[in-house]
């Protein structure tokens, strides 16, 4: 499937390995869409979105080089064993990295929906809007040190996403997200960007946690099942919390950080 969406042939042993590993992660999502009994014309739907995120994501990688497509398909995957039986998220899934990740705007995205009885263009926009973290413009904090402007940067991150996972369906997804990010960074121990990654996502952390903590709660008597799987992901994020800790403290600019970002950021949500 991938050599025939883009157009060209193995030129090398690597590139070979690559392929092989994003087809096979395509098969396995397939196969667990046919194993839930998905229709035909949902599949496609999938596969529609599949060709789109080949062609927009294919060649981007990781800092271990692996392609970061298999992230986009991995959070379909956790989509399907959280037992979210929703073809919207799915998709949202799959695209949920092109509108901030490529030269593709939401309304080429929104262009490759074919909204259906099961397929709502709306819903998925609105989840892809969420996901979205907005565009930070530099430029408009110029009169800040270098610094400072991290600082902001990283604060109208946290921000963004505290709003957005006040959503429950955004809440699952973003975590799916930060789960296949920010829970492996695969940086070593003596890399600076470490502590400045760790600064940035430790307090989103620290609130996803609390709110999948929440909706154990809300789905403990109704569903019991969907409860233990968001459970299971809430204690990853404890986990993460608790190995990140540590670096965000070494940043140099941690101190500026937690003087600048307001009681408004840390306690509204």
Wanted: charged content about 30%.
């Amino acid at each position: 499937m991938i050599n025939k969406i883009i157009g060209i042939k193995d030129r090398n042993r690597e590139e070979m390995l690559d392929n092989v590993a994003v087809e096979q992660r395509f098969q396995l999502l397939f196969d667990k869409l046919k194993a839930q009994d998905y229709s035909k014309q949902e599949i496609s739907q999938i596969e529609t979105a599949s060709k789109f995120l080949i062609e927009k994501q294919f060649y981007q990688k990781r800092i271990t080089g692996e392609r970061y497509i298999l992230h986009s398909i991995d959070i379909a995957l956790d989509v399907i064993e959280l037992g979210l039986h929703d073809l919207n998220l799915i998709i949202a899934a799959l695209y949920h990295d092109i509108p901030e990740d490529t030269t593709a705007t939401f309304y080429d995205v929104a262009q490759k929906i074919n909204f259906t009885k099961e397929v709502s263009l709306t819903k998925i926009m609105n989840l892809l809007i969420a996901l979205t973290n907005p565009v930070f413009r530099a430029k408009d904090y110029s009169f800040m040190s270098e610094g400072e402007r991290e600082v902001k940067r990283i604060i109208q991150y946290q921000q963004h996403v505290l709003a957005a996972i006040k959503d429950e369906e955004v809440l699952l997804l973003k975590a799916l997200d930060i789960k296949n990010n920010a829970l492996k960074f695969d940086l070593a121990e003596d890399d600076p960007r470490l502590s400045r990654l760790s600064s940035k996502y430790l307090r989103v952390l620290i609130h996803v946690q609390k709110r999948l903590s929440k909706l154990v709660s809300t789905y403990q008597t109704i569903e019991p099942s969907l409860a233990q799987k968001i459970s299971d992901l809430s204690d990853e994020f404890i986990d993460g919390i608790n190995v990140i800790s540590k670096y965000a403290q070494n940043w140099e600019f941690n101190t500026l950080l937690n003087q600048k970002i307001s009681h408004h950021v840390l306690h509204r949500y």
